[in-house]
Nanobody, 119 residues
Framework: QVQLVESGGGLVQAGGSLRLSCAAS????????MGWFRQAPGKEREFVAA????????YYTTSVKGRFTISRDNAKNTVYLQMNSLKPEDTAVYYC????????????WGQGTQVTVSS
């Protein structure tokens, strides 16, 4: 089983940047595709980005393409999400999870990290 701890969220003005981190432990992290997901108030949790363990290829939901970058450091069991040109609609709690395409692989989640973008 994988344990996940997200960090790096905060309050930022529109146009600003944040870098989120997700530390994973308890399983063979490097063998998982990893994803970032987010949940805005009153909305369903949605896919944001994912990175494959095999070749590091990445994919993103349309609304964040060109602004967000997912990366990973297998030696540190950590996956990152660099978020630039933030918009108020990016406000949400952000979570990481092993990914099966654009779907989370695990039913359990970490505590998430809150990102708030002010206009």
């Amino acid at each position: 089983q994988v344990q996940l701890v997200e960090s790096g969220g905060g309050l930022v003005q529109a146009g600003g940047s944040l870098r989120l981190s997700c530390a994973a432990s308890g399983d063979t992290f490097s063998r998982y595709n990893m994803g970032w997901f987010r949940q805005a108030p009153g909305k369903e949790r949605e896919f944001v980005a994912a990175i494959r363990w095999s070749d590091g290829s990445t994919y993103y939901t349309t609304s964040v393409k060109g602004r967000f970058t997912i990366s990973r450091d297998n030696a540190k069991n950590t996956v990152y999400l660099q978020m630039n040109s933030l918009k108020p609609e990016d406000t949400a709690v952000y979570y990481c999870n092993p990914a099966d395409g654009a779907k989370p692989l695990l039913t359990s989640w970490g505590q998430g990290t809150q990102v708030t973008v002010s206009s």
